[in-house]
């Protein structure tokens, strides 16, 4: 095996790495503000990716997808806030923990119900890949990089450029004190899981765009994203992205020697070491939302 074979190799693993950095950054958002660990969010991107579906059977394209994917998994992220995880902001986080594996098992039945368990595909234009040096470069490789890049630059500007953003880091780093200095904890907390929904979703939709949709595909993300989340350390959001990206390429390189079919393997072993030799994560100073 060439040198261009694993330069191909590393570019889909910063791709796939770059889904893997929203899914991850969407859990470290619910885990700064909320303090648990959202299960959900596998399926929350698999939400995302049937409403992406419906985009695009209407016509809207890649950017159709996007929105209505982005749409859909904000307003059930949201749903679940309201009708759920607000009672139970009172109670451990346990509590919350578990409510989210029951509400992704719950996803994951009614999406199988009502959409079947058929394989489905993004109605989108065959295009053929560019050759970039050694690189085989796919249009909707760029299309996936570029969308999460914009999503993540947005992301980061709200959270440091924005009053709204300002509040939600103070809620991260003390809840207590910041409804003492009169901040709307329960807007924040809106407007946080209406990010991580929208993350989520844009998530699920950019992994249909290179895959296929199925109702059980959010738990082929949720394991990858957990360990990015774990790798760059738990409520940091810098470290959420590196950590996907991280996650990524080291799944894609590691195909040659386990198969296309057991690299998730790969996500679940980095996650195993970084919880036994460094649990805290690689940027364990800059803890929570901030």
Do not use: C
Not at 35 to 61: I, K
Not at 87 to 106: N, P, Q
């Amino acid at each position: 095996m060439d040198t261009a074979y694993y330069l191909n190799l590393a570019f889909n693993g910063v791709v796939e790495g770059s889904i893997y950095a929203l899914g991850a950054l969407s859990i470290t958002l619910v885990f700064g503000i909320a303090r648990f660990p959202n299960a959900a969010t596998g399926d929350v991107m698999t939400v995302g990716a049937f409403g992406g579906l419906a985009g695009t059977t209407l016509g809207g394209g890649v950017i159709g997808a996007i929105l209505a994917g982005v749409a859909a998994s904000a307003a059930v992220a949201v749903a679940f806030y309201v009708l759920l995880f607000r009672a139970l902001a009172k109670r451990s986080a346990v509590a919350s923990m578990i409510a989210s594996i029951g509400l992704a098992f719950f996803l994951r039945a009614a999406l199988g119900f009502f959409m079947g368990h058929d394989q489905r595909v993004y109605d989108l234009p065959l295009a053929r890949a560019t050759l970039v040096g050694p690189l085989r470069v796919q249009p909707a490789d760029v299309q996936v990089m570029a969308a999460a890049a914009v999503a993540l630059a947005v992301t980061f500007g709200l959270l440091h450029l924005t009053p709204i953003g300002r509040r939600m880091r103070a809620v991260a780093d003390n809840p207590d004190l910041a409804r003492a200095s009169g901040i709307n904890a329960g807007r924040v907390m809106v407007v946080m899981w209406l990010m991580a929904g929208a993350l989520a979703g844009l998530a699920g939709v950019l992994l249909g765009v290179k895959t296929v949709v199925t109702p059980d595909m959010g738990w082929d993300l949720l394991l990858p994203a957990f360990a990015a989340t774990i790798l760059g350390t738990i409520g940091n959001p810098v470290g959420a992205v590196l950590g996907g990206l991280l996650i990524g390429v080291a799944q894609e390189l590691s195909t040659p020697f386990v198969g296309f079919t057991y690299k998730i393997g790969v996500g679940f072993a980095v996650l195993l070491l970084m919880l036994m030799i460094r649990p805290q994560g690689l940027f364990a100073r800059n803890a929570l939302v901030r």
